[in-house]
């Protein structure tokens, strides 16, 4: 499976974006996708994830802030990320769960800061 993730970049505490990613290949072993993230200094840590059953759940630091969806037709998952703190600031990283171990998509810089 291939990730191609897009949609980061800078923004001001308060603000949104929207992450994206496409997966290609063999789609079928697809588990669940979803988003992890590392900040400098830190290791990587679960965001948010959906099961190809339509499961969700989201780390307790960006419930209520955070949705996680996904476009089937589409083969992508998006991360609606609002009310943005600066603790947010990480490169972010799709991945998907498949039948033969974990996929990742190359990194997506987020940036929270005024």
């Known amino acids: 499976v291939q990730l191609q993730a897009s949609g980061g970049g800078l923004v001001q505490p308060g603000g949104s974006l929207r992450l994206s990613c496409a997966a290609s290949?063999?789609?079928?072993?697809?588990?669940?996708m979803g988003w992890h993230r590392q900040a400098p200094g830190k290791q990587r840590e679960l965001v948010a994830v959906i099961t190809s059953g339509g499961g969700i759940n989201y780390a307790d630091s960006v419930k209520g802030r955070f949705t996680i969806s996904r476009d089937n037709a589409k083969n992508t998952v998006y991360l609606q990320m609002d009310s943005l703190k600066p603790e947010d600031t990480a490169v972010y990283y799709c991945n998907a769960l498949t039948t033969w171990g974990r996929s990742w998509g190359q990194g997506t810089q987020v940036t929270v800061s005024s």
């Open positions: 290949g063999s789609i079928f072993s697809i588990n669940a």
